[in-house]
């Protein structure tokens, strides 16, 4: 099968074109490389069957050979990111969303959009089924994303119920491995890069609040079991261990072997306070649920981090 990834120089986006290579389909990639890094597809460029469009989905689509499964992974993900680029952020969510699903109904082409955790907001259910409406401010500094997001499930769905086009949901819950950006404000990868380096580890608040962390082979996994799927409203994929960054960070600094001490910081603004996905969808309707254990995946981020 040929399939279109937007996203594909992004962490998962990158990861999912291997796996989509691996299992012998064709792969044209599209990025904007406004965040994205062309070296995170190093393993892929030059690679029969795969070539990366350099392109801004929020502009009309290029011409481009029909494919038959289009995934829409194209969006700035991490906190400084969406901060940084919150009219970009709303714009690919929405514009480029719209260019990504006419294009798959052109081609009679499935269609699937990576959406987020991010859709239920400071959770006031837990843990977070599908069928949860969220506590999400559409109006604070983190709603550029969150919002994007959720409109992109809203034209998603009516592109469904209205053309008929094939689509699936997912939503994406903390996900961590090798290609996540150091500087990319996202926990793993600052917890990382301040205990290999021996700084002070700055855990936000009292360090209670929650999260469950999933490694990147197995959200793949995930996101391809789906795209094949009947399935059409929003499944959770995530891992459903969940720990508190305390103990996130402790941890961090056994596996790493730093002396780095833990400081405490101010809360950022709608942060939230419990986050832990309920994947019994995922289970039930997809055969899914994360095989690698949390200690293995961290220890293969780290050795990927480390300085050589």
Not at 51 to 74: F, G, K, Q, S
Not at 107 to 134: I, K
Not at 215 to 220: E, H
Request: overall charge negative; hydrophobic content about 40%; some cysteine.
């Amino acid at each position: 099968m040929h399939y279109l990834v937007a996203g594909a120089a992004g962490f998962i986006g990158s990861h999912l074109c291997e796996r989509l290579l691996e299992e012998g389909h064709t792969v044209t990639g599209l990025d904007s490389l406004i965040t994205g890094n062309p070296a995170n597809l190093s393993s892929v460029n030059g690679r029969a069957g795969f070539r990366l469009v350099v392109h801004d989905i929020t502009a009309p689509l290029p011409r481009l050979e029909a494919a038959d499964v289009v995934m829409n992974l194209a969006s700035p993900a991490s906190p400084r990111d969406y901060l940084a680029y919150p009219v970009e952020t709303l714009r690919v969510g929405s514009e480029g969303t719209l260019h990504l699903l006419e294009a798959a109904r052109t081609w009679g082409a499935r269609f699937l959009l990576a959406s987020t955790s991010e859709c239920y907001g400071d959770p006031l259910e837990h843990p977070q089924r599908e069928s949860y409406w969220g506590n999400v401010n559409p109006v604070g500094p983190r709603s550029c994303y969150d919002e994007a997001k959720r409109y992109a499930e809203a034209l998603t769905m009516a592109f469904h119920r209205t053309h008929g086009v094939r689509t699936n949901i997912a939503r994406i819950f903390n996900t961590f491995g090798p290609r996540m950006k150091l500087d990319d404000g996202r926990v793993v990868p600052a917890f990382l890069s301040q205990a290999l380096r021996g700084e002070a580890i700055t855990v936000f608040g009292n360090g209670l609040q929650t999260r469950s962390f999933c490694y990147v082979s197995d959200l793949v996994d995930g996101l391809v079991r789906l795209s094949r799927s009947e399935e059409r409203l929003p499944v959770n994929l995530g891992n459903p261990t969940e720990m508190t960054m305390l103990e996130f960070a402790e941890r961090i600094k056994v596996l790493t072997g730093s002396s780095s001490e833990i400081v405490f910081l101010p809360l950022p603004e709608d942060d939230p306070q419990r986050r832990r996905p309920d994947i019994t969808k995922a289970r039930e309707l997809l055969g899914w649920s994360p095989k690698v254990a949390f200690d293995t995946g961290l220890a293969w981020t780290v050795d990927w981090f480390r300085p050589s």
